[in-house]
Each structure stands twice: as structure tokens, then as C-alpha cells.
T-cell receptor, first 113, second 111 residues
Framework: ETGVTQSPTHLIKTRGQQVTLRCSSQSGHNTVSWYQQALGQGPQFIFQ???????GRGNFPPRFSGLQFPNYSSELNVNALELDDSALYLCASSSQGTQETQYFGPGTRLLVL | QKEVEQNSGPLSVPEGAIASLNCTYSDRGSQSFFWYRQYSGKSPELIMF????GDKEDGRFTAQLNKASQYVSLLIRDSQPSDSATYLC???????????FGTGTRLKVLA
């Protein structure tokens, strides 16, 4: 167990809806990264938050947005859901805004119908 | 496009054998390298990280890094059926804070 928690564990939405995923980082960690993992693929970097600021972003459209709170927990919001957004969404926490080792939470499995 | 390449497998080895998993990367500026294990339906679990050229051992696992050849590998000694999983290679992309993952190698340890 890494101490990183995510909610919900599973979610079913329909195309066009909006979704919010939540992550609590491991104690002592101030950086949260979000990844999308499609079936049979490796995780793809969405963005990272450090001290409540976005600290880097991958090749995802603006309808993917996020927040980090003063307690270092984080949210991932996805608007106008598309069928291809169906995936496992992973949150990883680490210390400082660096390439320090990232520890993953259990993930949220999103299905878009 | 910075890439990380892994053979998707499956790599099948008998119980007790050495499993060798390989990964190549394209970003010469990368400084940090990670191996994660992922069981079906679960999230990635960190096995090892390596920053310097050479070998790093932790129990039955040995990570090997060769920056000149842009190659990182993971050896699993005395493989057990419980080692059957997908192994993800992750590389810290230079100039950023993100990891770039390979697609993973599926390992099957046969009892």
C-alpha cells in the first residue's frame, strides 16, 4: 500500500457528461501527477500539480483540467466526455516538484458509454 | 517524440529461472529510470529506480542501466508464479517532471 487514495474506484458516464476524480497524496508528498492508462497501454502523463500550481502538462486537450488543494489532495476534471476517455485514471504522488519517485494510487476506472 | 520501447511479450519463463526484461529510450537527457509491476486490473507498483550507469540490486531484482546505449533492463532471479504480471519501464523526461512509460512486457512464470 502506497498511502495514495483515489475515489471513486469505478465510474460509468455517458458521452458529453462531465466527471471529477479525486486523489489524496501520500503523507509528506506535495506533488501529484495524473496519468491515463488505456487498455493494453502504458500510462500517459496528463499533468502534474505542485504547490497548487500546474507544473507540466502532457498532450491532452483543455477539457482535461485539474486542481490541487492546500492539503496537497487533487482533482482531475474531464468535460464533454468522449468514448475514448474510457480508461484507468491513475494519480501518483511524490515529494517536491521533481522527478522524485512517484507512487501510484489504486486508480479510477472510467467507462464512457 | 520522446519514446520508451518495450517488447510486449508475453515472456514465458519456468519457475526458478531468471527473467530478463528490456527497455530502450530515445531521450538522451533522461536521468531517472523506473520499473513498475502491474497486476491485471491493479495500479502500477514500484519495484526499483536507478539513476546511475551500472547495476542496482534489491533482493531478487537487479536493474541495469547503460545511458550510452540508452538501455535499461530488469532481471528477476528465481522467478516465482507470483511474479507473473506486466512490467512497465518508465523514464523521467528531461526538462520536465513527467514520466514516459513503455507499453509494458507481460511476464508469465510457469509452475
Amino acid at each position: 500500500e502506497t498511502g495514495v487514495t483515489q475515489s471513486p474506484t469505478h465510474l460509468i458516464k455517458t458521452r458529453g457528461q462531465q466527471v471529477t476524480l479525486r486523489c489524496s497524496s501520500q503523507s509528506g508528498h506535495n506533488t501529484v501527477s495524473w496519468y491515463q492508462q488505456a487498455l493494453g497501454q502504458g500510462p500517459q502523463f496528463i499533468f502534474q500539480y505542485y504547490r497548487e500550481e500546474e507544473n507540466g502538462r502532457g498532450n491532452f486537450p483543455p477539457r482535461f483540467s485539474g486542481l490541487q488543494f492546500p492539503n496537497y489532495s487533487s482533482e482531475l476534471n474531464v468535460n464533454a466526455l468522449e468514448l475514448d476517455d474510457s480508461a484507468l485514471y491513475l494519480c501518483a504522488s511524490s515529494s517536491q516538484g521533481t522527478q522524485e519517485t512517484q507512487y501510484f494510487g489504486p486508480g479510477t476506472r472510467l467507462l464512457v458509454l | 517524440q520522446k519514446e520508451v520501447e518495450q517488447n510486449s511479450g508475453p515472456l514465458s519463463v519456468p519457475e526458478g529461472a531468471i527473467a530478463s526484461l528490456n527497455c530502450t529510450y530515445s531521450d538522451r537527457g533522461s536521468q531517472s529510470f523506473f520499473w513498475y509491476r502491474q497486476y491485471s486490473g491493479k495500479s502500477p507498483e514500484l519495484i526499483m529506480f536507478i539513476y546511475s550507469n551500472g547495476d542496482k540490486e534489491d533482493g531478487r531484482f537487479t536493474a541495469q542501466l547503460n545511458k550510452a546505449s540508452q538501455y535499461v533492463s530488469l532481471l528477476i532471479r528465481d522467478s516465482q508464479p507470483s511474479d507473473s504480471a506486466t512490467y512497465l519501464c518508465a523514464v523521467g523526461a528531461s526538462g520536465t517532471y513527467k514520466y514516459i512509460f513503455g507499453t509494458g512486457t507481460r511476464l508469465k512464470v510457469l509452475a
